[in-house]
């Protein structure tokens, strides 16, 4: 195995060794499309294994109260009923879940008491999932219903309900960040403008819910579980952790991933899975979560945010500082990794602006709800729509178009790589020319022109305007903060190997998940190799034989995987030149590797093919020195490079790349309904290298179309006694086509200094920015009637209440 | 547990006869008892149509619909499109126009398509819009499902090019 600094790794397509790419950095057909279009490709549910059961999860029907009484006879009675597992059972067999923030996990079937609607009390296993749901039924609970909270203002308060009696408090993390002189920003400014905000609840939603097979070996002591896992490894961690098995004896083999988004990380149903394979002697047991137990209690909540606001500026636009307040409502645990969200703004904290100065205080706040998970784009999504928001208002007051605010205080592109007062470094960027390039592309004094002569008419038609830093190839080092156990790495593992024949073997730890990642590794190593894609394979395997990885996640896969199988490319490339030295009878040393070629240095002519080596090497060993490696294989693990842990005040160099974007959102407001209409939508994006360029255009489309259903539709809803009131897709609404317009995009190309081949992660990119263009275009509609909507989704009801209070009705 | 029914049925193009309880839906029937998985279940509630299949010539939402209810009827289902590895037209503008990312909803959108464009002589931006908004898609955004299945209608003579 090599695993070397990046830093020697290609850092530009004109540094690989052929004349020129064929495949590399052009829109090559996706090599996962023909599975999944013919409905071959297998996901968690298409698998069944002899003797498998189905599991049901009996859940709780209140937001929080103490369980006094389980029988579960009756259920266990039911022909075809196999096993049935409680809280009580789960104590001897299973480790609380471990928490983020830490200290704050639970038990993976509830103990003594329920602490959100929908949390899991009693599952069992039976020979269908009709039989096991019949089960349920005849499970008796007795319950004390407890007085629910689910406000985290009122939460946090003394007094509140308390989640967790031990802890004497619902407040799971406080802390005040403080970076720069921001008293004298504030002091010396010529104006402060304060506001609040409300994002509300909304989640990641992939069609394919979380699925799990689960199979204990009672010989062994050991689980397999196959099922829809976004970070393969990091589940296997937590499960072995929970289940107090070591990693060898944990093995998770990913299935095709039917999207996720961050929204499949609940650790419960593997767990109850699992027991229950174990109560019954080893026989499969398959956990298909139902759309229902997705809303309500999987993976797919997440930021639930109460903001303040304040930004200083000085008469010319230029801002001198921020403050942020948040306030953020957790749910009933940090069984789910959504806290991280409230930290992740810092790697980006004063966005695409030169601001010295800033504060962020940070309340986590426990009530009763589904605990926050993960999501795209992991937090900033909500930042964006209140520092952006600030900005426009900042530009509102002083008279300034929204784009020449923001061209006055953009960090210039001569100061990279630049430092923000939050402590992340940006590698590279251009956001002058991104702007520029938008401006141009939109025809924005002409679209600003017609603006004012339909408001003439009584149209209420708005312009949204955002630039925004995506950071990317995520670090853990600043979840420390939090207890996460983490460092500075985060390592990302890929074998490739040779045959005599010409193929290109890759294997790594991560399914197919829909953003194209065996694709471009196919391009890559088509490129590299000299073959045709048709001679590379991608295989994922499991996590006891895949190399380290964590799989995708934070805009980082491109970047990380970029450099895993470079890596192992060029530890193959040296072995090939080596081996080719005895071969061709000259120096090690003096041979280059060129166009699939091994040729001696200054007589090109003196060459052979990698597959006559490779040939050589496998059959040959007497051909070279004894002792001499002679493996046709090679594994490479990237890590980023030089990051750092967290000082006093949360500053660390944490995600490598600064992919940048400027978006524009052209809406139209219904005074008379509320409804706002995306009408138009531009996005100029800069993330380094594309090595997919229809890859990156419909990851961008994708995620405008999350953040506008984010800006617009997506809320979970709950009543004063934590019961969910947006139960299906007819309540929690996700975009249509109807819904999303066609982006015009364009794109800018600053290769990042600090990743092979310049890539910077952009799968989150998107949808950080899309909220926050449409809620700025929703309040520039609104703007002549002197009212602003900041609570998220800008709803039919919200916006009409706005305008009502205009009207002097509201 | 209750009585079970027999029914019999044609799956592409071939003769099904099974016994099934009445709670069975057709989703459930054709994946776990006939084992064509292709079609995917998404909400089961009928409002993302990924499991979208053809009954009789017509879209059918097979997690509302109940097996017991396919009985005598003629289904066709994504993996009834592609002939010996051979992809179905509307499979190859998916394909091309990159009209997937995770493939969930994909062959809800493929048999949508499917439907419409058997059904019509001639389609336009509005009827291939009312047919997609019935499905939902979290990953790509729409616009390159749009592009595959009016590249599709192209290829297939139902649009002009």
Known sequence: MVSQAEWHLPRSLEELPISSPRYIGKPVRKVEAPPLLTGRAQFADDLDLPGMLHCAILRSPYGHARIKRIDVSAALELPGVVAVVTGQDMQQWVRPMGGIPSGWGTHCLAVDKVRFVGEPIAAVAAVDRHTAEDALDLIEVEFEPLPAVVNALEAKEEGAPLLYEDKGTNVMFHRLFTWGDAAKAFQEADHVLTEQFRWHRLGANPIETFGVIAQWDPVENAVTCWGSFQAPSFSAMGIAGALGLPLSKVKLVPMAHGGSFGGKGNPRGALIAAVLSRKAGGRPVKWIEDRLEYLMAGGGQAWERFYEASIAVKNDGTILGIRIKLVDDIGASGENSGAISAIKPLAAFTGCYAIPAAQYEVTMVATNKNPQSAYRGMGPPAHYVVLEGMVDIAARHLGLDPAEMRRRNFIPPDRFPYTIPSGNEYDSGNYPALLDRLLEMSSYQELRRQQEELRRQGRLVGLGLVSAVEPGAFNMNVYTILGVPAGTAVPEGATVALDPFGSVRVTVGFALEGQGQYTFVTQLMADYFCVTPDQVKVTCTDTLSAPVHFGPGGSRLAVALTGAVLGAAEALRRKLETAASYLLGCEPGQVEMMDGMLRVKGQPERRMSWQEVVGAMSARPDLFPPGMDLSTQATYVWVPPDRNMPDEQGRAKSYLTAAAACHLALVEVDPETGKVDVLKYWVVDDCGTRLNPATVAGMTQGGVAQGIGAALMEEYVYDADGQLLTTTFMDYLLPTIYEVPPVESAEMVTPSPFTPLGVKGMGEGPMISAPAAVICAVNDALAPLGVRVTDVPASPARVWQAIAQARGQG | ?161
């Open chain 2, 1 to 161: 547990m209750s009585k079970k029914h027999a029914i019999r049925l044609t799956v592409n193009g071939r003769q099904y006869e099974a016994e099934v309880e009445p709670r069975v839906t057709l989703v459930d029937f054709l994946r776990h008892q006939l084992g064509l998985t292709g079609t995917h279940v998404g909400c089961e509630h009928g409002v993302c149509g990924a499991c979208t299949v053809m009954v009789n010539g017509r879209a059918v939402r097979s997690c509302l619909m109940l097996a017991v209810q396919a009985d005598g009827a003629e289904v066709v289902t994504i993996e009834g499109l592609s002939e010996d590895g051979r992809l179905h037209p509307i499979q190859e503008a998916f394909a091309e126009a990159h009209g997937l990312q995770c493939g969930f909803c994909t062959p809800g959108f493929v048999m949508s398509a499917y439907e419409l464009l058997t059904r019509e002589s001639e389609v336009d931006e509005g009827t291939i819009k009312e047919v997609l908004g019935g499905v939902l898609c979290r990953c790509t955004g729409y616009k390159a499902i749009y592009e595959s299945v009016q590249l599709a209608a192209r290829k297939m003579g139902k649009m002009p090019a």
